[in-house]
């Protein structure tokens, strides 16, 4: 069973910076993208960032600017660097990997805390 391994969440006050990695347990072929997501307690999962095999990149508008997102599909690898954090960028980060609509494979989740 293929698995999406997180490292890199943590507190952190207000200004600072993290930078999450997300690998896979074994290879996977032919992945379209991967990303990150998020969910803030009582919120929905939300796209935080995606990387596509063609290195194009997207972004939500709360994020642009601040954050960005690198790696490679073909190797499995996936990063995010979190700079300018603030509280309300705390939540569970998860790293998910897919090609739509064969599979789509997820992480087990990363805590990031933001505080003032």
């Known amino acids: 069973q293929v698995q999406l391994v997180e490292s890199g969440g943590g507190s952190v006050q207000a200004g600072g910076s993290l930078r999450l990695s997300c690998e896979a347990s074994?290879?996977?072929?032919?992945?379209?993208?991967m990303g990150w997501y998020r969910q803030a307690p009582g919120m929905q999962r939300e796209l935080v960032a995606q990387i596509f095999n063609d290195h194009s990149t997207n972004y939500a508008d709360s994020v642009k600017g601040r954050f960005t997102i690198s790696g490679d599909t073909a190797k499995n690898t996936v990063y995010l660097q979190m700079n300018s954090l603030k509280p309300e960028d705390t939540a569970v980060y998860f790293c998910?990997?897919?090609?739509?609509?064969?599979?789509?494979?997820w992480g087990q989740g990363t805590l990031v805390t933001v505080s003032e």
């Open positions: 074994e290879t996977i072929l032919s992945v379209d993208n």
């Open positions: 998910n990997a897919a090609a739509y609509p064969q599979f789509e494979y």
